[in-house]
């Protein structure tokens, strides 16, 4: 099993800033692809970056230039730097790995729990 804790969401007011964390543990033998999503009210869930263990990211148009994630390959971590946020922005984050477990080499997907970010005008 592999596990995935967020932490970091709240309320902010528009234009400010958040730092999202998300912490993989468990049976892992590597993680190939770490992000997060978000799902707002009626809305589906969509991507909103992605990292490889590599270090190329992929982002969604709507936070471009906004939203930095990071990971820490070492720790099996990964952050999302949020700035400039919008009332738009407002969702549940979740955090996402894909990766292989450890002695089956079988390969796994997790979410996390989720994390509310809510962003007032």
């Known amino acids: 099993q592999v596990q995935l804790v967020e932490s970091g969401g709240g309320l902010v007011q528009a234009g400010g800033s958040l730092r999202l964390s998300c912490a993989a543990s468990g049976s892992i033998s590597s993680i190939n692809v770490m992000g997060w999503y978000r799902q707002a009210p009626g809305k589906q869930r969509e991507l909103v970056a992605v990292?490889?263990?590599?270090?190329?990211?992929s982002y969604a148009d709507s936070v471009k230039g906004r939203f930095t994630i990071s990971r820490d390959n070492a720790k099996n971590t990964v952050s999302l730097q949020m700035n400039s946020l919008k009332p738009e922005d407002t969702a549940v984050y979740y955090c996402n790995a894909n990766g292989r477990h450890i002695m089956t080499l079988r390969p796994f997907g997790s979410w996390g729990q989720g994390t509310q970010v809510t962003v007032s005008s």
């Open positions: 990292i490889t263990s590599g270090g190329s990211t």
